[in-house]
């Protein structure tokens, strides 16, 4: 405090002799009192300029860049058909090469998906059913995209990392006039940013069907959920239903109208997503036991792992 009273001193042209002997005991204080509060000022200010909404989505999207292996448990609730639908897994993943292991929790099930480079891009599926083999399943499919919001390549955190910088570049979104943010948010043992970001653009729209294609096709090329496909159009039973050139179906322009993402302040990545639309909440990620680049043995993408039972 002393040196940043000093400085300022100089800064002004104020020698020690002014100080001392030309100005009374009153104009003394005051300029102490003023010296303080532009260093309390500046304190502020420069927090502020590190941790405001740009910085924290800035380093969050670099911390994502950078994690190259990932395991945690993630507790989803995803709205289908009008009822929120409650389910948790565990995951191991490698983005290269690309490897994933996923367990069913609850429902306790205790399936199993696993993607290695013997597999890929098929999933080698153990859904302990009697009688039930091991089976080579599309990621993309029916079976493991059944009353699912995403498929297994979409798990952990790029996918709505792309999401939010596809919106970024498509509206020329600045972050400062679009989010909301809270410094003091605690989600479970961590603590965090609670960022909301509104998305002014979001509108329900008619879209024509350019060509033979899916929900799921169609989604992945506009950057939308397919099940908001499904919600949106009473003929529309499923994310494999055909779509024909020509059809005329009812979509959201956007993947979402709010999306909260709960930050943690050490790791800076999120620990809690929640996605919103026209309706109300549509989806929510909270992520558990969470380890970033945590060093897998080679056997544990393999079906013979001793902790696997396919």
């Known amino acids: 405090m002393i040196n940043y009273y000093n400085k300022l001193k ?5 020698n020690h002799l002014f100080f001392t002997t030309t100005m009374n005991k009153k104009n003394k204080v005051f300029l102490r ?5 532009t260093i309390v000022i500046f304190s502020v ?10 910085s924290v989505l800035n380093k969050t999207f670099k911390q994502i860049e950078s994690i190259k292996t990932l395991r945690f448990n993630i507790i989803s609730r995803e709205r289908i058909n009008n009822y929120y ?10 983005k290269k090469p690309i490897l994933y292991y996923y367990k069913q929790l609850i ?36 079976v493991l995209r059944d009353t699912r919001h995403h498929n297994l390549y979409q798990a952990g955190y790029d996918y709505f990392k792309n999401i939010l910088l596809f919106l970024k570049e498509k509206y020329n979104i600045k972050w400062a006039k679009v989010t909301t943010m809270n410094n003091d948010i605690k989600i479970n043992q961590y603590n965090c940013y609670k960022l909301t970001i509104t998305n002014p653009n ?8 350019k060509e033979k294609t899916t929900p799921q096709q169609l989604a992945l090329k506009l950057n939308i959920c397919d099940y908001h496909i499904i919600q949106m159009n009473a003929s529309i039973s499923s994310v494999f239903h055909t779509l024909k050139p020509g059809q005329i179906i009812t979509i959201p322009s956007d993947y979402a109208s709010k999306i909260t993402l709960y930050i943690d302040k050490k790791l800076f990545i999120p620990i809690k997503i929640e996605v919103y ?8 990620y909270l992520f558990e036991d969470i380890e970033l680049n945590p060093i897998f ?9 001793n902790e696997y039972e396919f």
């Open 10 to 14: 100089n800064s002004l042209g104020l």
């Open 33 to 37: 009192f003023f010296i303080l509060f």
């Open 45 to 54: 200010y420069n927090a502020y300029s590190q941790f405001n909404a740009d």
């Open 85 to 94: 639908k409650t389910d948790k897994g565990f995951y191991k993943i490698s």
């Open 107 to 142: 429902p306790p099930t205790s399936a199993e998906v696993l993607v290695n480079s013997e597999t890929y891009p098929m999933a080698l599926v153990n859904a302990h059913k009697t009688l039930v083999p091991n089976l080579k399943l599309s990621p993309y499919g029916e």
């Open 202 to 209: 979001f509108k329900i729209i008619q879209y024509t069907v």
């Open 277 to 284: 639309d026209d309706i109300g909440l549509f989806e929510e």
């Open 297 to 305: 043995k080679n056997e544990e993408f393999s079906q013979n792992y």
